[in-house]
């Protein structure tokens, strides 16, 4: 398992290295002056163009393509990122601050989905062709047909506007403790967790179905073995492998959800922060979120290979599916 782990993380390397020669490639075509995300606002108005000509000079802004992107990459990774065009702040310093909020966004809206997902999935597959069944059927289908932004804009009117359970835009942590904050975070990562719910409790629901049938629980069932025995320990467990790769395959689509989901809250993290600064032309902090975004999914990716290889030994060790003969 550890060389498994340790080929997946070194594949990593030359994925992120491609990614980011194509987001530095964005930056070239981008019509903004590169040495405007090296220098701060301030600074450049206090020199005249010779002076600035100057220090595109000494900074080697006239060298090769090549030679500028190893320079750039090597800035990136002692964590010189530049400046926003735009506020004039350290790129480093506005990550740093909006990054957490989107993470804690994400993993909330990742354990409203998996939590309301299992349950309403085993549920429907116990209780198969009932009423419980045919309804969570039905909301499972409007869940997958509506998308984020829209379920936000109805929980908005619902429970901010109408009902005032929870404040309608904002986040903020500063004079309010753990559970103080929440109300903030309540509403946006449902938004973002009902449409993953939605496909989580149909795929469960046709998992466990599935295993269901097998010939291995008609055998525990004939044994004399307790209903929630069966459910819990053949059924379930046994169907744990596709539900949790699902689970994973989905982190990056709550990544990129949380950009519509934060615009429509006003919740401020990195999502909301991307499409500011597309709006104002700020290229240099589009570009290095979007590299930060790729990284995001990359890494989600090889943890769905690793899980996988966990729960499923054939992976790792190149096994057949059919066996040796």
Known sequence: MLKYFVSRMLMLIPMILIISFIVFIGLEFAPADPLTAMISPDQMSSMTLEDMEAMRESLGLNAPMLVRYGRWLVNLLKGDM???????????NIISNLLPSTIKLTFAALLVSTFMGLLFGILSAIKSN????????????????????????LALLAFAIRLRWFPAQGRTDVGLGAFGS??????????????????????????????LNKDYVKTARAKGLPEWKVYYKHAFRNSLMPISVLICLRLPMLIGGSVVIEQVFGYAGIGSRLLTAINAGDYQLVLVIVLLLS???LLASVFIDLLTALLDPRVRLGGDIGGAK
């Open 182 to 211: 929440i109300k903030y975070l309540v509403l946006p990562a449902c938004s973002l967790g009902l449409v993953l719910a939605a496909a989580l409790m149909r795929y469960t629901r046709n998992a466990m179905l599935d295993v």
């Open 295 to 297: 990284i995001v999914s």
């Open 82 to 92: 530049g400046f926003s065009i735009v506020t004039g702040t350290p790129i480093t």
């Open 130 to 153: 009932s009423a419980i069944d045919y309804i969570s059927s039905v909301l499972g289908v409007i869940g997958i047909s509506m998308p984020e932004f829209f379920i936000g804009i």
